[in-house]
């Protein structure tokens, strides 16, 4: 059964950082498309970050380009989004998916066959 555990959500100022991991139990992310999602209270959810099995496709979202970056270890089954100068609009729940179907465009824009952790809150506020 595919599994993922999102971590290292939180509390922060405008303008600091979070890194949060997405961990898969059960199943190596070698051959899985990987995608960092969020939804804000009200909105839909939102496609952020996605990278291909080996790292080499990556896409951002035009909100983050520049601030997130998202890498992955596959030794460590581990997919992780680094985000920087956060700013109040990022807040919302963060969720990992992994996926072996599209392209990283198509898996942040219209996930399908998707499976989902749980979610990790951020919160960017003063």
């Known amino acids: 059964q595919v599994q993922l555990v999102e971590s290292g959500g939180g509390l922060v100022q405008p303008g600091g950082s979070l890194r949060l991991s997405c961990v898969s139990t059960?199943?190596?992310?070698?051959?899985?498309?990987i995608g960092w999602f969020r939804q804000a209270p009200g909105k839909e959810r939102e496609g952020v970050s996605c990278?291909?099995?080996?790292?080499?496709?990556?896409y951002y979202a035009d909100s983050v380009k520049g601030r997130f970056t998202i890498s992955r270890d596959n030794g460590k089954s581990t997919v992780y989004l680094q985000m920087n100068s956060l700013k109040p609009e990022d807040t919302g729940v963060y969720f990992c998916?992994?996926?072996?179907?599209?392209?990283?465009?198509?898996?942040?824009?219209?996930?399908?066959?998707?499976?989902w952790g749980q979610g990790t809150q951020v919160t960017v506020s003063s």
């Open positions: 059960g199943f190596s992310l070698d051959y899985w498309i």
């Open positions: 990278t291909s099995h080996s790292g080499t496709n990556i």
């Open positions: 998916a992994a996926s072996k179907f599209g392209t990283v465009q198509s898996m942040c824009a219209t996930p399908i066959l998707t499976s």
